[in-house]
Nanobody
Framework: QVQLVESGGGVVQAGGSLRLSCAASGGTVGTYAMVWFRKGPRKAREFVAAISRSGSKTSYATSVKDRFTISKENGKNTMYLQMNNLEPEDTAVYYC???????????????????WGQGTQVTVYS
């Protein structure tokens, strides 16, 4: 089973940017459909963005569309989340997840994924 490790979180002022990374080991990102979720204070875990196995398809939550970009770099076996124009409402622990996929579909449900990282904290202050 693939192991996932997130990094890149931190504290940033509203309007700033961060890039999160999700490094994979024990598997290659090119064989996985992957996703970012987040869990904010007193909130349920929510979908942020998804990317298909090939990387050709992406999907975003309405709240982050046009501000966040999900991508994969097979050579570094890493998935990324570029976050621009951050808002205090983006404050959360961000998790990446992966599932083996042969169909190049997009997945967005928590139960769709068996492999999860430990999370990285993002704090945005106004």
């Amino acid at each position: 089973q693939v192991q996932l490790v997130e990094s890149g979180g931190g504290v940033v002022q509203a309007g700033g940017s961060l890039r999160l990374s999700c490094a994979a080991s024990g598997g290659t990102v090119g064989t996985y459909a992957m996703v970012w979720f987040r869990k904010g204070p007193r909130k349920a875990r929510e979908f942020v963005a998804a990317i298909s196995r090939s990387g050709s398809k992406t999907s975003y939550a309405t709240s982050v569309k046009d501000r966040f970009t999900i991508s994969k770099e097979n050579g570094k076996n890493t998935m990324y989340l570029q976050m621009n124009n951050l808002e205090p409402e983006d404050t959360a622990v961000y998790y990446c997840a992966a599932r083996v996929d042969f169909s190049d579909w997009l997945y967005g449900g928590v139960l769709d994924f068996a492999s999860w990282g430990q999370g990285t904290q993002v704090t945005v202050y106004s």
